[in-house]
């Protein structure tokens, strides 16, 4: 994500349907919030059960002010004894709920859909949940969707913590699971969804589009577009297929910055390895968010990025790659914690300034130098970049702080000072190959720097990551950063 987040409040809105065919047991615990316990969103993700895949369907009425029917269905693991367990899920009615086929009982407890099933169920065994609920574009009195209303239809913007608010799952990236989306939409609308399609149903009055997903993918990184769109296909770097969704009327209009994608992704490439998707584009909204978004295979932009006059076109090309190194650092490589968030912001910055240097002789010394002399205000404000504080009271998603956009980049460019470019390099291309598809934390990137810079880093990291003040930057003696009753620089969105 580059870019300030829009506030969004929390208020559970399950009604559960009176018409379950099944009772619970008296034996069964009372339903509870549960979570993995993470330290900034406690209540995130459930223990007991891993997803291995998704399919998710949704029937889109042709106004944003009316839910959307939908059909969740989860295939999962189990890891433990599971007498009842924990969706995320608020913000919808749910109207059923099958495991194995046998109707199951349900209840809301706080954001959670807590299911108890005919009988329990064993660890290491395979479990088909099937929930039928509405799925709301609306905001509630106290809290959004996940759903982005646009001026012609919806798209998503889960991140971090609002895909609960559109489909039931286990709304943690560190439970990444193949996706399969469908999406039936009244004829003259287009749907697109991550992954690549696989079918398209016409019928008298709607159609039925279908895409599936070839790699792993966490809830918050779901996208759907319904909207009436035009579809811009191109080939990128080794026939990646690349595609692009645009409002049909701007088509033309937003040709001359789509058509920079392929050769975004062949200089990503150079810097750290191969595309690791099977496609990739650009969702262009018109839409107020605030912000840009990482969706995997299909990033979310405001389309006023690329039309108000005032960014000069190195900096929306910059915004661009940053969106498209998410697909590395972010994506493919998902955060095991909320606390990670830095690996993600943190070199998507990196590449984002990099880019701009390279492409638009702005040099990442200046904007470093700049960085580092805020950086103090940054920690005080928002933590150190691995530890950054939690949300403000009713806005979950101001963990996006300059800290971990500016402030963590700044940490990498005091980590390459330290550990030589050619090492710093080495490592960029090592930690996506490594855990590519997969999750990691600060720890596991701990852990591959000093091996491959061959020396302990344990004093540079905990000093770098943790500390409540900014260390001296290796090899420039007189910077100085300024004390956090300063004004400090904005970050870059």
């Known amino acids: 994500m580059s870019g300030p987040r829009a506030p969004r409040r929390l208020r559970t809105a399950l009604l559960a349907s009176a018409a379950s065919a099944c009772l619970i047991a008296a034996s069964a615990p009372s339903p509870a919030p549960l979570g993995i316990g993470d330290r900034l969103f406690p209540y995130l993700g459930n223990p007991g059960y891993d997803v291995t895949a998704y399919d998710l369907a949704f029937t889109y009425p042709g106004s944003n002010s009316k839910p ?111 996706f399969t989306i469908r999406v039936t939409a009244p004829n003259g609308y287009t749907a697109v969804a991550n992954g690549l399609p696989v079918g398209v149903v016409r019928r008298a009055a709607a159609t039925t589009w279908t895409y599936r997903t070839e790699h792993p993918m966490a809830t918050e990184l779901a996208q759907v577009s319904i909207g009436r769109s035009a579809v811009l296909h191109r080939e990128g770097p080794d026939g990646l297929p690349v595609r692009d969704v645009v409002p049909t009327k701007d088509r033309e209009r937003l040709e001359p910055w789509v058509r920079k994608t392929p050769g975004q992704i062949a200089w990503m490439q150079e810097k750290v390895g191969r595309y690791p998707f099977e496609t990739y584009g650009l969702l262009i909204a018109e839409a107020r968010t605030g912000f840009e978004l990482e969706t995997q295979t299909l990033s979310l932009f405001e389309r006023e990025l690329f039309t108000r006059p005032e960014y000069p076109k190195w900096y929306v090309e910059a915004i661009m790659v940053h969106e498209l190194a998410h697909q590395w650092f972010g994506d493919s490589v998902a955060p095991r914690t909320w606390s990670d968030l830095w690996l993600n912001e943190g070199h998507a910055t990196w590449y984002e300034a990099l880019y701009a240097e390279e492409k638009a002789d702005r040099p990442m010394e200046a904007r470093m ?95 770098w990551l943790y500390g409540e003040k900014t260390p001296p930057m290796p090899g420039h003696p007189d910077w100085r950063s300024a004390p956090p009753a300063e004004k400090a620089p904005k970050s870059t969105r």
């Open 369 to 463: 130098r700049a960085a580092y002399r805020a950086s103090d205000t940054w920690r005080a404000a928002g933590g150190p970049p691995a530890a950054p504080k939690g949300a403000e009271p009713g806005e979950k998603l101001s963990i996006f702080r300059p800290n971990v956009y500016d402030g963590s980049a700044l940490v990498l460019y005091a980590l390459r000072e330290e550990i030589g470019r050619p090492a710093f390099e080495q490592l960029q291309r090592t930690w996506v190959s490594t855990h590519r598809d997969g999750v990691a934390d600060t720890a596991d990137f701990m852990r591959l720097a000093a091996g491959i810079a061959d020396r302990d880093l344990s004093g540079f990291f905990e000093a």
């Open 68 to 178: 959307l029917p939908a059909v969740t269905t989860i295939e999962a693991r189990t890891t433990a004894w599971l007498e009842q367990f924990n969706l995320d899920y608020s913000h919808g009615t749910v109207r059923s709920v099958e495991v194995e086929g046998a109707p199951a009982e349900f209840r809301s407890a706080g954001e959670d859909l807590v299911v108890t099933p005919r009988e329990p169920l064993p660890p290491g065994v395979r479990m088909r949940i099937t929930v039928r609920h509405d799925s709301n574009p609306m905001p509630g009195k106290d809290e959004e969707s996940g759903w982005v209303r646009t001026k012609d239809g919806l798209a998503m913007a889960n991140q971090a913590d609002a895909g609960h608010r559109v489909f039931p799952g286990n709304d943690h990236p560190s439970d990444k699971a193949l």
